[in-house]
């Protein structure tokens, strides 16, 4: 949905009438990205991607047939069979789709997305399906309700999550759509790996930054993303040892290093004579990357993006 911030925003400022759609339930239809969702408006513009487009033109028409005063619709869509195909889905399906005025959308949802921090829209529905009030949970807050409890337990595994809840006291469906901050890699050193990393990394939607600065490194992994990660390919104990420590002791969620095993042994000796505890230590990834029986630079860069995906969403934080 990050995609859309610009053109949501154009839409507003213009006073142009446009609808925020997303699916609520879905069956079917193969692996999805949660946070697919596309802006339509009944004259028939579109922007974003659902289902590949297969539903557009119903979503538009769904769209010019809201009610005044409406600010939600909620409509069936459905494909099967030759025409699943002909759009590239893995396999047909069927969903409920939200379609929600861009004005009662929260300003502050577009705000986060472009700033590209971590958030989640809460979407309470009446339970006539006609009205929807939307909020926005940022990570680090208490919950006030299970709606807002359940969106900060998405944005913890921090990937794109979508969950529909019964609804609380008088209203019906409750929709959650959390999208975490994506993974942002400091890489410590450079070279043949570094460069690998860093284009696997884009290829799933991160982002990289290669350093061999110290005090660089230090501040990328503080910036307060929340969804920092560590990557030391560096064997410079001048710089290793105190990146490590300060990702280690910061709560960066993922730390790893690469290294053989004398490697590894200095490190540890070295962050344990900076006061750094074993269970801190414990958790560098060294060495790096799932066992995914990799050879060449390529192969190992996959495996450690892999192994960073693994423990992001598995929740491993400290």
Known sequence: ?????????????????????????????????????????PEGGCAGS????????????EAAAVPAGDTARVCEVSVHGAEAEAAGLTCGGQAEVLLQPLESVP?????????GAGAALVSRLDEAGRQVTSSVVR??????????????????????GRD???????????????LPADPFLVIGGGGELAELITAQARLL???????????EASGLLGAGRGSECLVMLSHDPSFDVPVLRGAL??????????????TQARRRDGLLGTGVTEEQVSRVHGPIGLDLGART??????????????????????
């Open 1 to 41: 949905m990050r995609e859309l911030v610009g053109t949501a925003r154009e839409w507003v400022a213009e006073g142009r009438t446009g609808f925020l759609a997303r699916a609520v339930t879905e069956q079917g239809f193969g692996p999805r990205v949660p946070g697919g969702a596309v802006l339509v408006d």
């Open 50 to 61: 659902l289902y590949r487009g297969v539903f557009d033109a119903q979503l538009v028409a």
């Open 107 to 115: 300003e502050e949802w577009w705000r986060l997305l472009g700033e």
């Open 139 to 160: 990570p680090g807050r208490e919950p006030g309700s299970e709606a807002e409890r359940r969106a900060l337990e998405l944005l913890g595994h921090h990937r794109a």
């Open 164 to 178: 529909a809840l019964c609804g609380e006291a008088d209203t019906g469906l409750v929709l959650i759509e959390a």
């Open 205 to 215: 939607g991160w982002s990289a930054v290669t350093t061999v600065d110290g005090a």
């Open 249 to 262: 002791t910061g709560g960066v969620p993922y730390v790893g290093a690469l290294g053989s095993r004398k």
């Open 297 to 318: 630079p390529a192969e190992t860069a996959m495996a450690i993006c892999a192994e960073i995906l693994s423990t992001l969403t598995a929740g491993d934080v400290e």
